[in-house]
């Protein structure tokens, strides 16, 4: 079964909206009239795309979460970098003092 030319488009331009997690509202209310229109023609369709949109929002949100964290711990291993270098070149002053 394929979709119609204009569900399709809807379809995608939810997809469109979903790939930023502050537009998930939108996407979902852009999805939602999709699977409106999908019922009447296929409801078993309707109901496996739904489960499958779940599943891509929930996967958005989970990579926007690792990448947050990635980033988190990027700065923080670039602290102690920094902090490190800072503590070496500290001591070697003091020894060149002493």
Excluded: C
Aim: aromatic content about 6%; hydrophobic content about 35%.
């Amino acid at each position: 079964m394929t979709l119609p030319t204009d569900l399709s488009t809807r379809l995608q331009t939810a997809i469109g909206l979903a790939k930023e997690v502050q537009q998930h509202p939108e996407a979902n209310q852009a999805f939602q009239e999709v699977v409106g229109e999908l019922k009447t023609e296929s409801p078993i369709a309707a109901e496996l795309l739904e489960q499958l949109w779940q599943e891509y929002i929930g996967t958005k949100r989970s990579s926007l979460f690792w990448e947050q964290l990635s980033d988190v711990e990027k700065n923080l291993s670039d602290r102690l970098s920094q902090s490190h270098i800072q503590l070496k070149q500290n001591y070697l002053r003091l020894v060149q003092e002493q």
